[in-house]
């Protein structure tokens, strides 16, 4: 009877963090994640600037934490900029395209930073999935960037494999190492 009654506690348990952790039980046994919104998203069409809604124009400099950061151009089909550089490159799947941005990014900070630890890099879709899957190999990357000391400047290039048809209307999230709380979000899309 004890162990009954714990194998019922289990399931009532079991059904609670599945129905707040945003997954459901669907009449055919499956469970179904539902995505989570990213947390700075807004249905206000006035909301503040480098919000997900609200994404800062491209080229135009933002501050996540020590770094001045800068997405300087975007090519939308970087197939032939990546074979160039790799010709043994895997090539997207059908339905994907790489898409490759361009980032300088200066230290702002007092002591020192990495850009490749400091600064994490995603590509929001247009329908809202993210895309952090990289292209690759390809030179001039932006992580090969080591230390960077007061008013250094560093720059480079970045390789995602995106869906097709989330590219236009696509955004950068750049945030500061691994919390959301630094985040802005930079449009794909010149104004």
Do not use: H
């Not at 162990?3 to 009449?27: E, T």
């Not at 300087?72 to 490759?100: C, H, W």
């Not at 690759?136 to 995106?162: I, K, R």
């Amino acid at each position: 009877m004890v162990i009954w009654d714990q194998v019922r506690k289990f399931a009532f348990v079991s059904i609670l963090v599945l129905s707040s952790s945003g997954c459901a039980v669907m009449d055919s046994g499956e469970t179904t994640i539902k995505p989570t919104p990213l947390s700075s998203f807004s249905e206000d069409l006035n909301s503040e600037l480098g919000s997900r809604n609200n994404p800062i124009g491209l080229g135009v400099p933002v501050t996540i934490g020590d770094w001045e950061v800068q997405v300087i151009s975007v090519n939308k089909d970087a197939l032939q900029t990546v074979l160039a550089t790799d010709e043994y490159a895997m090539r997207p799947s059908a339905g994907e395209r790489f898409l490759l941005i361009k980032v300088k990014a200066t230290y702002i900070g007092e002591e020192s930073g990495e850009p490749s630890s400091d600064l994490r890099f995603k590509i929001v879709g247009s329908r809202g999935n993210t895309f952090s899957k990289s292209c690759g190999y390809f030179s001039d990357t932006f992580s090969e960037n080591g230390e960077a000391f007061p008013g250094a400047v560093v720059s480079g290039n970045l390789c995602f494999t995106v869906d097709a048809n989330q590219i236009t209307g696509a955004s950068v999230s750049i945030q500061g190492g691994y919390s959301s709380e630094t985040r802005k979000f930079v449009s794909l899309d010149s104004k």
